[in-house]
Protein backbone atom coordinates (compact mmCIF):
# COMPACT_ATOMS: atom_id res chain seq x y z
CA UNK A 1 0.00 0.00 0.00
CA UNK A 2 1.72 3.13 -0.86
CA UNK A 3 0.58 6.42 1.39
CA UNK A 4 -0.39 9.65 -0.30
CA UNK A 5 0.19 12.93 1.76
CA UNK A 6 -2.30 15.13 0.47
CA UNK A 7 -1.03 19.49 0.39
CA UNK A 8 -3.27 21.79 2.82
CA UNK A 9 -4.22 23.45 -0.43
CA UNK A 10 -5.55 20.24 -1.69
CA UNK A 11 -7.26 18.84 1.83
CA UNK A 12 -9.12 22.62 2.01
CA UNK A 13 -10.46 22.61 -1.02
CA UNK A 14 -11.78 18.78 -0.82
CA UNK A 15 -13.16 19.65 2.87
CA UNK A 16 -14.64 23.02 1.38
CA UNK A 17 -16.10 21.21 -1.82
CA UNK A 18 -17.35 18.49 1.01
CA UNK A 19 -18.81 20.92 3.25
CA UNK A 20 -20.60 22.86 0.22
CA UNK A 21 -22.30 19.56 -1.38
CA UNK A 22 -23.64 18.86 2.04
CA UNK A 23 -25.06 22.41 2.56
CA UNK A 24 -26.39 22.26 -0.60
CA UNK A 25 -28.12 19.04 0.12
CA UNK A 26 -29.14 20.14 3.73
CA UNK A 27 -27.50 17.41 5.28
CA UNK A 28 -26.89 17.76 9.08
CA UNK A 29 -23.71 17.28 11.20
CA UNK A 30 -22.57 13.34 12.23
CA UNK A 31 -23.91 12.30 15.68
CA UNK A 32 -22.05 9.11 17.38
CA UNK A 33 -24.89 6.15 17.39
CA UNK A 34 -22.30 4.36 19.91
CA UNK A 35 -23.25 3.60 23.69
CA UNK A 36 -19.23 4.01 25.06
CA UNK A 37 -16.42 5.38 23.98
CA UNK A 38 -15.52 6.43 20.19
CA UNK A 39 -12.44 7.22 18.83
CA UNK A 40 -11.76 9.41 15.87
CA UNK A 41 -8.36 10.97 13.99
CA UNK A 42 -7.00 14.02 12.47
CA UNK A 43 -7.81 15.58 9.14
CA UNK A 44 -5.59 13.29 7.79
CA UNK A 45 -8.13 10.77 7.87
CA UNK A 46 -11.58 10.06 6.33
CA UNK A 47 -13.68 12.38 8.91
CA UNK A 48 -12.74 15.97 10.59
CA UNK A 49 -15.45 16.40 12.52
CA UNK A 50 -16.13 15.66 16.07
CA UNK A 51 -18.73 12.71 16.55
CA UNK A 52 -20.43 13.49 19.85
CA UNK A 53 -22.90 15.88 20.07
CA UNK A 54 -22.09 16.94 23.66
CA UNK A 55 -22.70 21.02 23.97
CA UNK A 56 -20.92 21.86 27.15
CA UNK A 57 -23.09 23.12 30.39
CA UNK A 58 -22.93 26.33 31.33
CA UNK A 59 -21.35 25.17 34.81
CA UNK A 60 -19.44 21.69 35.83
CA UNK A 61 -16.45 20.14 37.16
CA UNK A 62 -14.20 18.00 36.06
CA UNK A 63 -10.85 16.39 36.87
CA UNK A 64 -8.28 17.08 34.24
CA UNK A 65 -4.72 15.31 33.68
CA UNK A 66 -2.60 16.71 31.28
CA UNK A 67 0.71 15.25 30.01
CA UNK A 68 3.15 14.56 27.27
CA UNK A 69 5.53 17.06 25.97
CA UNK A 70 6.78 20.24 26.82
CA UNK A 71 3.91 22.14 27.44
CA UNK A 72 3.15 24.42 30.21
CA UNK A 73 0.10 22.55 31.34
CA UNK A 74 1.59 19.98 32.42
CA UNK A 75 -0.26 18.62 35.91
CA UNK A 76 -3.28 16.99 37.23
CA UNK A 77 -6.05 19.75 37.93
CA UNK A 78 -9.43 19.76 39.56
CA UNK A 79 -11.65 22.26 37.34
CA UNK A 80 -14.59 24.33 38.31
CA UNK A 81 -16.65 26.08 35.21
CA UNK A 82 -19.57 28.60 35.67
CA UNK A 83 -20.87 30.35 33.33
CA UNK A 84 -18.20 28.86 30.57
CA UNK A 85 -15.19 29.82 32.13
CA UNK A 86 -13.04 28.48 34.95
CA UNK A 87 -13.67 29.98 38.25
CA UNK A 88 -11.70 27.42 39.98
CA UNK A 89 -8.26 25.34 39.22
CA UNK A 90 -6.79 23.14 42.48
CA UNK A 91 -3.54 21.54 41.53
CA UNK A 92 -4.02 17.94 42.69
CA UNK A 93 -0.06 17.47 42.31
CA UNK A 94 3.30 18.74 42.39
CA UNK A 95 3.18 20.19 38.36
CA UNK A 96 -0.15 20.81 39.10
CA UNK A 97 -0.17 23.40 41.79
CA UNK A 98 2.84 25.05 40.36
CA UNK A 99 1.28 25.62 37.00
CA UNK A 100 -1.64 26.80 39.31
CA UNK A 101 0.76 29.41 41.00
CA UNK A 102 2.05 30.62 38.05
CA UNK A 103 -0.35 30.85 35.64
CA UNK A 104 -4.06 30.10 37.44
CA UNK A 105 -5.58 31.17 33.91
CA UNK A 106 -3.83 28.32 32.01
CA UNK A 107 -6.51 25.64 33.05
CA UNK A 108 -8.69 25.32 30.66
CA UNK A 109 -12.95 24.50 30.18
CA UNK A 110 -13.64 21.53 27.83
CA UNK A 111 -14.34 23.58 25.47
CA UNK A 112 -11.44 25.16 24.86
CA UNK A 113 -9.99 21.26 25.20
CA UNK A 114 -11.77 20.99 21.96
CA UNK A 115 -10.76 23.93 20.33
CA UNK A 116 -7.50 22.87 20.46
CA UNK A 117 -8.74 19.89 19.28
CA UNK A 118 -10.34 21.55 16.29
CA UNK A 119 -7.26 23.78 15.58
CA UNK A 120 -4.72 20.95 15.54
CA UNK A 121 -7.22 19.29 12.77
CA UNK A 122 -7.52 22.49 11.02
CA UNK A 123 -3.50 22.83 10.81
CA UNK A 124 -2.95 19.34 9.74
CA UNK A 125 -1.71 18.02 12.83
CA UNK A 126 -0.03 14.57 12.36
CA UNK A 127 -2.86 13.10 15.20
CA UNK A 128 -5.46 14.67 16.71
CA UNK A 129 -7.94 11.78 18.37
CA UNK A 130 -10.43 12.19 20.66
CA UNK A 131 -12.70 9.50 23.11
CA UNK A 132 -16.01 10.27 24.07
CA UNK A 133 -17.93 8.99 27.29
CA UNK A 134 -21.15 7.03 26.72
CA UNK A 135 -23.33 10.71 27.61
CA UNK A 136 -20.97 12.54 24.53
CA UNK A 137 -18.37 14.20 26.75
CA UNK A 138 -14.50 13.88 25.71
CA UNK A 139 -12.79 11.72 28.23
CA UNK A 140 -9.20 11.71 26.39
CA UNK A 141 -7.95 14.08 23.59
CA UNK A 142 -4.37 13.15 22.46
CA UNK A 143 -2.75 15.77 19.53
CA UNK A 144 0.80 14.91 18.25
CA UNK A 145 1.04 18.07 15.50
CA UNK A 146 4.35 16.42 14.07
CA UNK A 147 4.78 12.33 14.05
CA UNK A 148 8.97 12.96 13.90
CA UNK A 149 8.74 16.47 16.35
CA UNK A 150 10.31 15.70 19.84
CA UNK A 151 7.51 17.06 22.93
CA UNK A 152 4.71 18.62 20.32
CA UNK A 153 2.63 16.26 21.81
CA UNK A 154 -0.18 16.70 24.34
CA UNK A 155 -2.71 14.26 26.10
CA UNK A 156 -5.58 15.34 27.94
CA UNK A 157 -7.49 12.62 30.11
CA UNK A 158 -10.63 13.93 31.37
CA UNK A 159 -12.80 12.45 34.38
CA UNK A 160 -14.88 13.08 37.05
CA UNK A 161 -17.32 14.80 35.33
CA UNK A 162 -20.01 16.50 37.49
CA UNK A 163 -22.68 18.79 35.35
CA UNK A 164 -23.74 21.66 37.61
CA UNK A 165 -26.71 20.15 39.36
CA UNK A 166 -25.52 16.70 40.13
CA UNK A 167 -22.42 17.84 41.92
Not at 9 to 19: D, I, P, Q
Not at 106 to 112: D, L
Not at 140 to 147: A, C, F, G, T, V
Request: charged residues 25%; negative net charge; glycine residues 8%.
Amino acid sequence: MTAVRSSPRLVSAAVLTGVLMCAAAGCGGETSTSSGSTAETGPKSATAQRESTWEEPSSYAYTLKSSEGERSLIGTFRVTVQHGKVTEAVGLDESGRRVVKQSPDAVPTIRELLEELDRARHDQADAAEVEYAADGHPVRISLDWQKNAIDDEALYIISAYEPAGSQ
